[in-house]
């Protein structure tokens, strides 16, 4: 297992000397040969060295990733170097931490049990860049990269940290019609809202995509149970997002209208009876175990773009931050410009759909352009 994914594991852990946090971890790590030992550098400068390292290594920017997590800017304002993890912040990580750290590549991984290995089906690959190589070069403190922008984000569902944040750009206030380029059915806009919901993955390791029908029924059953205000059919967790979602504008309907259309007009869910979905937050193969892990444990947010794209973001994201994907790195991140200055900082990585398997990389189709990391 890659030293990210292990410093990750062990980042509870106490730590006399916040170096060995790394080096206390090399001889374990497949790649520990990255890290050169020298107690003559400061944390900063070993935590600076190995990321360059492995970026130059695996031409793969996944690592940057971990500062959705591991960002010093949750409690000392932004560190001068956003896109480098900072593993001083003892945090008791999940199975699978990240996107990045997706069981179906293996220059990082997570500790998925063998048990999940015995599964036939094809394994689902995040490739937000497609097959386009890391362009980058290091400069001091700063990373020079080169990708694509996406969207900026618009609106945000709340959540127990952070306030409802409203759509206000015109795609969304307004509503679109059937010859506009952004149109969709209230179904089909609920249908992408429960795939970034899961991520688009069956269970936490992330290596198969979810199964849409069954995850979809489980979705609008669980919807259609807290529009008919039934409390005690439904888990507290589902009621709180739902709750916290109810009013964010999308393609200028609000969340709440979209589903209650569809409950209504739509002919498979006219008459949807029967019991309540499977809620137990330990069986992480179903819809519901999939949103505990998402919107509980990682702290995810559902947002919509200025163009109508939703996905999930880090909680510490903001309207007007950048979706963006970088050349090298397998899912899009979130960029902030940094105060007046042509320079960003990494608030982490994110789910956009409709641009995880490289759309926002095509040759002609995505405006290129070179990002100055900071």
Not at 111 to 130: I, K, N, T
Not at 136 to 144: A, G, P
Not at 236 to 248: S, V
Request: proline fraction near 5%; include cysteine; aromatic fraction near 12%.
């Amino acid at each position: 297992m890659s030293l990210p994914a292990l410093a990750a594991y062990f980042s509870q852990c106490d730590a006399t000397d916040d170096r060995d946090r790394l080096y206390g971890l090399r001889a374990l790590s497949t790649d520990g040969f990255l890290l050169e030992v020298s107690y003559a550098r400061s944390v900063e400068e070993v935590y600076l060295h190995y990321t360059q390292a492995f970026i130059d290594h695996h031409k793969s920017l996944e690592i940057i990733c971990f500062a959705s997590v591991y960002s010093s800017s949750f409690s000392n304002g932004y560190s001068s170097m956003s896109w480098v993890p900072d593993w001083r912040l003892e945090m008791h990580s999940l199975v699978t931490p990240l996107m990045a750290s997706q069981g179906s590549r293996t220059h990082i991984g997570n500790m998925r049990p063998p048990l999940s290995l015995e599964y036939s089906g094809v394994p689902a690959v995040y490739s937000a860049s497609r097959d386009r190589e890391a362009e980058y070069s290091f400069h001091e403190r700063t990373l020079t990269k080169k990708g694509t922008l996406l969207d900026t984000i618009d609106g945000l569902a709340g959540s127990r940290k952070f306030p409802f944040i409203q759509s206000s750009h015109q795609n969304n206030l307004r509503s679109s019609t059937k010859n506009s380029v952004g149109f969709s059915r209230p179904i089909e806009i609920l249908r992408r809202i429960c795939k970034t919901l899961v991520l688009d993955r069956k269970n936490r390791y992330l290596q198969y995509a979810m199964p849409d029908e069954d995850f979809f029924h489980d979705f609008i059953r669980l919807c259609s149970l807290r529009m008919e205000d039934s409390p005690d059919l439904i888990a507290q967790e589902f009621q709180e997002w739902f709750d916290w979602t109810r009013p964010l504008l999308i393609c200028g309907h609000t969340f709440e209208s979209i589903v209650r259309d569809t409950l209504n007009n739509d002919p498979e869910f006219i008459s949807m009876a029967g019991p309540p979905p499977n809620q137990a937050e330990f069986i992480h193969d179903s819809f519901f175990g999939r949103l505990v892990d998402t919107i509980g444990r990682m702290s995810s947010r559902l947002m919509v773009s200025c163009d109508g794209h939703v996905g999930l973001v880090p909680q510490r994201a903001m309207k007007g931050d950048f979706l963006c994907v970088l050349f090298g790195c397998s899912v899009p991140v979130v960029l902030r410009r940094y105060d007046d200055t042509d320079s960003f900082v990494v608030i982490g990585e994110c789910f956009v759909d409709g641009y995880m398997e490289g759309a926002g990389a095509e040759p002609g189709l995505a405006s290129e352009r070179t990002f100055l990391l900071t």
